[in-house]
């Protein structure tokens, strides 16, 4: 119900943000992921309403919660997780929706939301401790992620400093997952690897799809950024998955 609630209350908000214009003016952020206002509501509709999959992935991950093998290790972070899942779409829709300059840092904001979370995961479980330090080192990570986006400048290929954080905060993920993968006992890491594959897949398709690219028809429904959101969300649905496999290993 948490989950459900940030979920589904967060898309609501962005809504009626867009109504009533409480995110500020449009001012093209997003401009570069291609698709053009072809709708009367949204700015980006299939860029918008595609971040409706991480709402449902994360719905799906909290209801497998029910249930202790669906939880994580470490207790206390099971819902703090899937509640960062389910935020990535209201985040994201907040750009995609209104091409405003508060809509961009919440869009960017809610990928360190879960850089952060996935990176602080695998360091903590590593030196075996608990949510307390977990949830400090997020804060902290959270907290850099935050600074790159508002102090940096662009970069390339990624385009921008908050972006590469949230490429490095994944990279420590993968790697601190690597090592726990390591240890006696370990499960064979097929969800973890579709997490990565389905992440490499995305990136894929992202790079083409931006404005400009082979894969960009600004008024079409059929859009490649929008691909990339909804296998964004089936890898963060598998990392959840992947999480709670070697939860139940030990």
Not at 5 to 27: I, K, M
Not at 153 to 182: C, D, K, M, T
Request: aromatic share 10%; with cysteine; glycine share 12%.
């Amino acid at each position: 119900m948490v989950t459900l609630a940030a979920g589904v209350g967060g898309v609501v908000l962005v809504v009626l943000a867009t109504r009533y214009g409480w995110l500020g003016p449009d001012v093209d952020r997003g401009a570069q992921f291609c698709e053009t206002d072809h709708w009367c509501f949204f700015a980006q509709p299939a860029n918008t309403l595609s971040n409706l999959g991480f709402v449902l992935a994360g719905a799906a991950l909290a209801w497998r919660a029910r249930r202790p093998e669906g939880r994580l290790a470490v207790p206390g972070l099971t819902t703090l997780f899937t509640v960062v899942v389910a935020l990535l779409g209201p985040g994201s829709m907040a750009m995609h929706a209104t091409e405003s300059a508060l809509g961009g840092h919440l869009d960017v904001l809610s990928m360190h939301l879960l850089g952060s979370f996935a990176a602080s995961y695998a360091l903590v479980r590593l030196v075996r401790w608990g949510a307390g330090p977990t949830v400090a080192v997020f804060l902290a990570l959270l907290a850099v992620g935050s600074a790159a986006s508002l102090l940096g400048g662009p970069v390339p290929v990624v385009q921008h400093s908050g972006n590469l954080a949230f490429a490095l905060f994944l990279l420590v993920a993968i790697a601190g997952e690597a090592v726990l993968l390591r240890r006696p006992g370990s499960p064979r890491p097929w969800w973890g690897l579709g997490s990565v594959a389905t992440l490499l897949v995305a990136f894929a398709v992202w790079i083409p799809s931006q404005t400009g690219g082979l894969w960009c028809i600004p008024e079409s429904w059929l859009q490649g950024h929008a691909l990339w959101h909804l296998l964004c969300a089936l890898a963060a649905y598998l990392l959840g998955r992947h999480y709670t496999e070697r939860a139940r290993s030990g």
